[in-house]
């Protein structure tokens, strides 16, 4: 079994984690932007998610020989380990309704704002319960402050989105010529205005440019989930619930693995990262499941209704979504790995995947091309925090005894 054991190869899994945590986000968002149904998009990533975790215990955790205290995959499986077992799966549990509300608050509020609040709270709140899960390995003088650095990132953050919302309100009000509504779909004539083409000799359409009342209304009638009237609170809201969802899995990783409370009996090796995280990803699979075929037929926030049936057929975008799930499932892995080593509360140092959300955000995606100087100014003082926290959480890490 592999086993990470020095600071810096903790670090190491901590920065690919933050890479691919980041990106995965993104994908997924890019998916409902071009009109996927979330449902089906969640599905084929729980699928890849899944696979990613048995991927990494048949490997990681079962290659080379056992160490002492420290059992292979398989040999864990038979073993009465079951009260650990059952806080791997509480994660699971937990972390899978946080990421399934996030994708509803992707769209309401945006990627970049959406994953600085969620995982600024997951590292309030989860990143102080680790500390003292951990036996308080990690530098307090050096932890609180990057604690309080995300805290200060999530009132930006809020800040951000009600200046973004506002700007889009006004950018709104001067539609151009070629746009109509109609009950409550806007119609666009993308072809009012457009250029001659020389050579063909006809109109050609003239694409909306990133940022302006054009592209985003042709954004909106493209989407899956409609985002036009509806009330900032309720994104916000979404946004606050799925992270504190999310800032408990870590914890329920932290005590599965190293059994602080005493749960199991003596001589009972404690759970291996990799067993607790095949515990983890399973639970988080079936309530993902369950969860996502009744959002198809009972669809939330207006979405149309949908068939399992329908999800089969519908294969424009399975690839991406699977290769969101399996980003996710390492991403998590690589996270754990850390943890182990240089402690949970430094390990939730990923939870800085915003700065890699937000530059596909702003790449791909034009979220706050030509927006007011004001929420310019609230963005980079957001991420800025964000830089300083991580350094700051990163700095805290100590080592496992």
């Known amino acids: 079994m592999l086993v990470v054991e020095s600071k810096e190869g903790a670090i190491v899994c901590m920065l690919i984690a933050l890479l691919f945590l980041g990106t995965w986000t993104a994908i997924l968002a890019l998916l409902e932007r071009r009109g996927r149904l979330p449902q089906h998009s969640y599905l084929d990533y729980s699928i890849a998610n899944l696979l990613a975790a048995v991927i990494i215990a048949l490997t990681l955790g079962q290659i080379g020989d056992a160490k002492p205290g420290m059992p292979n995959f398989f040999t864990q499986l038979s073993q009465d380990n079951w009260p650990c077992v059952l806080f791997a799966m509480?994660?699971?549990?937990?972390?899978?309704?946080?990421?399934?509300?996030?994708?509803?608050?992707?769209?309401?509020?945006?990627?970049?704002?959406v994953e600085v609040v969620v995982c600024s709270i997951t590292v309030v709140i989860g990143t102080s319960l680790n500390y003292f899960l951990d036996d308080k390995i990690n530098k307090a003088a050096v932890l609180f402050p990057g604690v309080a650095g995300f805290?200060?990132?999530?009132?930006?953050?809020?800040?951000?989105?009600?200046?973004?919302?506002?700007?889009?309100?006004?950018?709104?009000?001067?539609?151009?010529?070629?746009?109509?509504?109609?009950?409550?779909?806007?119609?666009?004539?993308?072809?009012?205005?457009?250029?001659?083409?020389?050579?063909?000799?006809?109109?050609?359409?003239?694409e909306a440019q990133f940022g302006t009342a054009e592209f985003l209304v042709e954004l909106e009638n493209k989407r899956s989930i409609k985002v036009f009237d509806r009330s900032i609170w309720l994104g916000l809201a979404i946004t606050f619930f799925s992270g504190v969802c999310i800032s408990l899995f870590s914890p329920a990783l932290n005590i599965a693995t190293n059994d602080q409370f005493h749960l199991l009996k003596k001589r009972v090796p404690h759970l291996v990262v990799y067993t607790a995280f095949f515990y983890f990803?399973?639970?988080?699979?079936?309530?993902?499941?369950?969860?996502?075929?009744?959002?198809?037929?009972?669809?939330?926030?207006?979405?149309?209704?949908?068939?399992?049936?329908?999800?089969?057929?519908?294969?424009?975008g399975r690839g991406w979504a699977l290769l969101a799930g399996l980003l996710c499932g390492f991403g998590n892995g690589?996270?754990?790995?850390?943890?182990?080593?240089?402690?949970?509360?430094?390990?939730?140092?990923?939870?800085?995947?915003?700065?890699?959300?937000?530059?596909?955000?702003?790449?791909?995606?034009?979220?706050y091309r030509n927006s007011s100087r004001k929420t310019y100014t609230l963005l980079v003082s957001m991420l800025l925090m964000f830089v300083v926290a991580v350094g700051v959480l990163m700095a805290s890490s100590g080592h496992r005894k």
């Open 90 to 113: 509480a994660g699971g549990v937990v972390l899978s309704i946080g990421n399934l509300s996030t994708q509803y608050a992707w769209a309401l509020v945006g990627l970049s704002v």
């Open 151 to 206: 805290l200060i990132a999530v009132i930006l953050g809020s800040f951000v989105h009600s200046s973004n919302a506002s700007d889009n309100k006004k950018k709104l009000r001067h539609l151009s010529t070629g746009f109509e509504y109609k009950g409550n779909k806007i119609n666009f004539d993308s072809y009012k205005g457009a250029s001659m083409d020389p050579e063909k000799g006809k109109e050609s359409k003239v």
């Open 281 to 316: 990803t399973v639970s988080s699979f079936v309530v993902s499941v369950v969860l996502n075929i009744i959002f198809l037929y009972h669809p939330i926030l207006k979405l149309p209704k949908s068939s399992f049936k329908a999800y089969l057929k519908d294969s424009k």
């Open 334 to 367: 690589l996270q754990f790995m850390g943890g182990q080593a240089a402690g949970y509360a430094a390990a939730d140092s990923v939870e800085a995947l915003p700065l890699v959300s937000t530059f596909w955000a702003i790449l791909f995606f034009g979220e």
